[in-house]
Structure formats: structure tokens, C-alpha cells
């Protein structure tokens, strides 16, 4: 059975960090670019950082640049998501999905979420004091 388990959410102050983990079975992520997504409250989901499959390449929304590190372990079959100086705007279910192919899908070098192929459940975090 395919899935993809993404863990680490949780409430954090702001300024604070956290590190989330997407971690799949049922198949194996390196072949695959792996996306980070989050959708707000009231918002749409929009794409946060993906990871090729090929060489490792990495992309950012803006808003995240600097402050956030997508990486993966292809041995533990694990992407993680590191996130520091968090804000309140980054408030969101996070949710981890897999391409279906080795490179990111991307729309003015942003994350694209649509035309994704497996997707975890997702994990909250709340940036709040």
C-alpha cells in the first residue's frame, strides 16, 4: 500500500522552529521530485519547496527562502522539511506529495501542487505566542 506520512507539526512561538518528516512505503522516493504544500485557514494551498530526484535540486516559495531546508535521505526512504524563524503567516496544515517524475513542477519557479501524484494526510503547525 502506498503512503506517505508526514510528522513534526505541532504549536511553536514565533521565531521558533521545526522539522517535518515525510516518510513513505509502500514504494520508494528516489526516483520521485518531492513537494512540500501548505493550506491555511481560509486560504489556498499553495506550494512551499520541492526536491528533484535527480541531483538534489531545491526550490522555494519566496516567503520561505532563507528561513526553510527541504532535504532528503533516499535510504530511509524520508524528506524533511526544516523550518526556522517561523512566523505566524506560517500557520497551515503542511502536507508532503510526490511528482511523478524526477523533477519539480514548477510556475514562476514556485511549487506547483496540482498534477501531483500521492499525497500524506498533512500535519499542523501553529506559530503562535
Known amino acids: 500500500q502506498v503512503q506517505l506520512v508526514e510528522s513534526g507539526g505541532g504549536s511553536v512561538q514565533p521565531g521558533g522552529s521545526l522539522r517535518l518528516s515525510c516518510a513513505a512505503s509502500?514504494?520508494?522516493?528516489?526516483?520521485?521530485?518531492i513537494g512540500w504544500f501548505r493550506q491555511a485557514p481560509g486560504k489556498e494551498r499553495e506550494g512551499v519547496s520541492c526536491?528533484?530526484?535527480?541531483?538534489?535540486?531545491?526550490y522555494y516559495t519566496d516567503s520561505v527562502k532563507g528561513r526553510f531546508t527541504i532535504s532528503r535521505d533516499n535510504a530511509k526512504n524520508t524528506v524533511y522539511l526544516q523550518m526556522n524563524s517561523l512566523k505566524p503567516e506560517d500557520t497551515a496544515v503542511y502536507y508532503c506529495?510526490?511528482?511523478?517524475?524526477?523533477?519539480?513542477?514548477?510556475?514562476?519557479?514556485?511549487?506547483?501542487?496540482?498534477?501531483?501524484?500521492?499525497w500524506g494526510k498533512g500535519t499542523l503547525v501553529t506559530v503562535s505566542s
Open positions: 509502500g514504494f520508494t522516493l528516489d526516483s520521485y521530485a
Open positions: 506529495a510526490t511528482d511523478t517524475g524526477p523533477l519539480c513542477r514548477l510556475r514562476i519557479g514556485t511549487p506547483v501542487w496540482s498534477g501531483m501524484n500521492y
Open positions: 526536491i528533484t530526484s535527480t541531483d538534489g535540486r531545491t
